[in-house]
Nanobody, 125 residues
Framework: QEELRESGGDSVQAGGSLKLSCGVFGYTFSNRCGMAWYRQAPGKEREFVSSIDRFRTTTYADSVQGRFTISLGNGDNTLYLEMKNLNTEDTAVYFC??????????????????WGQGTQVTVSS
């Protein structure tokens, strides 16, 4: 079965750093189109944060550009999101996501279809 498990969420002070991890189970990244991080703050819509496609090309939302870094490790079985210079606007539940499509049938952008349960990030001032 295909499953994603986020971890690493915590409460931090503004200006601090945090690194999230997403374990990938029953899913082979090299055969698929890509993965991504999304987040949802209280009272707001779920929003795109960052993605990485099968060519290792990365994309970032303007709000996190220059502060966040998405990467793969552990034989592509773990997706990371390194977050620096955090501010209160970064407070949200962060979700790991994966594109269900196989290579050869990819969209122009990573299109998530498999989701983790989320991990809470709280930034205080």
């Amino acid at each position: 079965q295909e499953e994603l498990r986020e971890s690493g969420g915590d409460s931090v002070q503004a200006g601090g750093s945090l690194k999230l991890s997403c374990g990938v189970f029953g899913y082979t990244f090299s055969n698929r189109c890509g993965m991504a991080w999304y987040r949802q703050a209280p009272g707001k819509e779920r929003e795109f944060v960052s993605s990485i496609d099968r060519f290792r090309t990365t994309t970032y939302a303007d709000s996190v550009q220059g502060r966040f870094t998405i990467s793969l490790g552990n034989g592509d079985n773990t997706l990371y999101l390194e977050m620096k210079n955090l501010n209160t606007e970064d407070t949200a539940v962060y979700f790991c996501a994966a594109d269900k499509n196989y290579y050869g049938y990819c969209n122009s952008k990573v299109t998530p279809a498999i989701w983790g349960q989320g991990t809470q990030v709280t930034v205080s001032s």
